[in-house]
């Protein structure tokens, strides 16, 4: 933002030896990403992404490849289930199990990286695998600790001196960056791991996941010399699902967390609709939502406020492009936390233009439908059981993010969960 002020809405910095326009503020990027979406719909250099992927994968592929994914991956994730239950359904089910890992905590302190995680990471792995994993199963804890540990080394000052000079660090014999490429072929022996499992399995007429349907796929174009449904492409689009699903959606919980302790009044605002609307006899549903504009606009300024992927992912202008930037007014507190953002006079929900945690335009993240019902579904699940309460004064509660790089990281924290 204080380059923006000084340069505009559009300017260049170079990192390291690539050249990269910023765009600043919603109109510029919205300009960009919506009204001339095809132009900017490649996806830019990110090199510690890209030593692994090779470009290959949803995330970080490009050309047609990239819309043949995209289409199928958004076709088989909208239809999920192929008839079986919901995803609303699944996400309930999996609160359930988080509500009961919450109350055996018996009031005492806990970090709440893990069990926020393995629950969230569980929803996106019933859609690619099939099933969820109980807790204690070694291949959901690994694929957590890959995800949380490359998570911190991407958003660390290591992790930007990557991106920065890739061909540099490559020569040096120790670093973080050999940690996560470590990580990276761990998350990827465990991928194919699951691969060959489903591969001895397999039924073409009764697929039972995102797997499934991505082998399916590549037996019936295998005698397609230019298909784009290759075994690594199924393998680093898996990395990229289970990624974008466990990491952002349980970051954006453990800065809810910490917002909700530094501001109880909020806190106990939100669990006042909750009471109104839903009561305590049973679970809130996404039918809810509409009828708790407090609690949807609460969950859209933790979003606005965490800023969990700051930079978002890189793009890239297919052809030669004319754009030029424009000014526009300045947000009023975007320092301060305040749900009144999000609400109108009236007190109702009320949306943003400028509201694009998930990106926009045609590399919107695929993923936004999950995430929504998520964040509600466990936001208000656990406000409705429990109340966050602090170790220390909630004036002390430091909002200001661990690192800042790829993703904004919270600061570790322990807290108590009271029954109420």
């Keep these: 933002m204080a380059l923006s002020k000084e340069y505009g809405s559009m300017y260049t910095v170079y990192l390291g030896p690539r050249r990269v326009v910023v765009l600043s503020g919603y109109q510029t990027v919205k300009e960009a990403l919506v009204d001339q979406g095809e132009e900017f719909s490649g996806r830019g250099d990110y090199p510690v992404f890209f030593n692994f992927t090779k ?4 995330a970080f592929s490009n050309g047609e490849r990239w819309k043949a994914l995209r289409k199928f991956s958004v076709q088989i994730l909208r239809n999920f289930g192929m008839g079986k239950r919901s995803i609303e359904e699944r996400i309930l089910e999996e609160s359930s199990f988080l509500l009961e890992s919450l109350q055996n905590t018996q009031g005492e302190p806990f ?12 929803i996106i792995c019933s859609v690619i695998f099939g099933h969820r994993f109980d807790y204690s199963d070694e291949r959901l804890l690994a694929i957590i600790r890959f995800i949380n540990d490359n998570f911190q ?16 660090l490559d020569w040096l014999p120790v670093g973080s960056h050999r940690r996560m490429f470590q990580n ?21 007429d009764n697929p039972r996941d995102f797997i499934d349907c991505f082998l399916t796929k590549m037996a019936q174009e295998k005698k397609d010399p230019l298909t784009h449904f290759q075994m690594d492409t199924l393998l680093m689009t898996t990395h990229n699902l289970l990624f974008g699903g466990t ?44 009828a708790m504009p407090y609690t949807d606009a609460v969950i859209h300024e933790v979003q606005r406020f965490a800023d969990v992927i700051p930079m978002n992912l890189p793009h890239r202008v297919i052809k030669d492009t004319a754009f030029r930037g424009f000014l526009i007014p300045k947000f009023k507190t975007p320092q301060e936390f305040n749900p009144e953002h999000f609400l109108d006079a009236n007190q109702s929900f009320k949306k943003s233009p400028a509201f694009m945690p998930f990106s926009a335009g045609r590399r919107l993240c695929l993923g936004e439908p999950l995430a929504k ?3 509600f579904l466990y936001f208000t699940a656990i406000l409705q059981r429990f109340t966050l309460q602090p170790l220390g004064a909630p004036e002390d509660i430091d ?10 990281v919270p600061r570790p924290f322990k807290l108590r969960v009271l029954p109420r």
């Design 55 to 58: 470009g290959n994968g949803i």
């Design 153 to 168: 080394i991407m958003s660390s000052p290591w992790g930007e001196l990557y991106n920065i000079f890739p061909g540099l």
């Design 184 to 204: 990276f072929r761990g998350m990827k022996d465990l991928i194919a791991r699951s691969i060959r499992e489903h591969q001895a399995t397999l039924d073409p």
């Design 111 to 122: 970090d709440p990286v893990f069990v926020l995680s393995r629950s969230v990471s569980n």
């Design 373 to 375: 019902m998520e964040l």
């Design 399 to 408: 909002l200001t993010p661990l690192s800042s790089g790829l993703g904004n």
């Design 247 to 290: 990491e952002t959606v349980g970051t954006t919980l453990r800065h809810a967390f910490l917002i909700l302790m530094k501001y109880p009044k909020i806190q106990a605002r939100v669990q006042e609709e909750i009471d109104a609307v839903v009561g305590r006899s049973r679970q809130p549903t996404l039918e809810d939502r509409a």
